[in-house]
């Protein structure tokens, strides 16, 4: 079977960084439209739309995954276990302690919901067709990127997934970038504050963790303690899209540029942190 994803980049790859974009996929499944009780246009609204423009436009010959399906099929950015009962007829209570804040409001492995638009489904899927999913298109997408930064751990010593999203705009002051890393859990400090530098050196305003701290990509992948480190970057969608926030706008050839030097930079300091100190 064909995976759901994109990919490309070199084998062994080129250099310790590793892309994902998991959230630019606009294909559905003629089983999803047949469930939907909104347009399928609605669905863009879970999209991130056109990141994946920005990834290629930045990328060289880094390893990269870019998955087709799109987010409301099922979203790669949440664990297995975010299932909604209100929509998976095999998700266990809304009760259980272990849910997250954004299964609570509609945004699980399958969505339920999208802001503009209310509940998505005319019914619920079976315990059969969400597994059919998490066998087919979740699990592949997490187990191949798992072993590109295994991989790119082995040739240099260590890896860093640059899991790259976008974001609908925030308050007219509020960040244009955030960066994610779980509060420090799923990279070391330098890698955020590397990208942190690079932003505001672009003259665009950046925070990190808040309000985006970095989702199950990165939760999962991100184990700095075994030299595999993990951060999200949420783009306003501003940065790069047309005034529609639906087409390429003349931002996108500066946001790739800007992704091309966080790349660069993360690379730098990934190789940096692998030599020998100076003896003082």
Not at 84 to 95: F, I, K, S, T
Not at 100 to 114: E, F, H, Q, T
Not at 182 to 204: K, M, Q, S, Y
Request: charged share 25%; hydrophobic share 45%.
């Amino acid at each position: 079977m064909m995976p759901s994803f994109d990919e490309w980049g070199s084998t062994p790859p080129a250099g310790p960084v590793v892309l994902s974009v998991s959230h630019a996929g606009a294909d559905y499944p003629a089983e999803l439209r047949a469930a939907l009780r909104v347009p399928p246009a609605a669905l863009r609204g879970l999209e991130d739309r056109r990141v994946d423009a920005v990834a290629h436009a930045a990328r060289r010959d880094e390893p990269m995954l870019v998955q087709r399906l799109g987010r409301a099929w099922i979203d790669l950015n949440r664990s297995e276990r975010e299932r909604d009962p209100r929509v998976d007829e095999g998700a266990p209570p809304l009760c259980r302690p272990i849910l997250s804040a954004k299964l609570r409001s509609g945004l699980g492995l399958v969505p339920r919901r999208v802001t503009g638009a209310g509940d998505l489904w005319a019914r619920r899927f079976t315990a059969a067709e969400i597994e059919a999913r998490i066998i087919a298109d979740h699990r592949p997408y997490h187990d191949r990127l798992e072993l590109l930064l295994l991989a790119a751990r082995a040739r240099y010593g260590v890896a860093v997934l640059l899991d790259l999203h976008s974001m609908p705009p925030l308050a007219e002051d509020g960040p244009q970038v955030v960066i994610g890393d779980r509060f420090g859990r799923t990279a070391a400090g330098r890698f955020a504050r590397t990208l942190e530098a690079e932003t505001r050196a672009a003259g665009i305003r950046v925070t990190r963790n808040a309000p985006y701290a970095g989702g199950f990509i990165v939760e999962r992948q991100g184990a700095p303690e075994r030299s595999i480190h993990a951060v999200q970057v949420e783009l306003d969608r501003r940065l790069y899209l047309d005034a529609t926030l639906d087409a390429p706008g003349e931002g996108l050839a500066a946001t790739a540029a800007l992704v091309r030097r966080m790349i660069d930079a993360l690379a730098a300091e990934a190789l940096a942190g692998t030599l020998p100190q100076a003896a003082e």
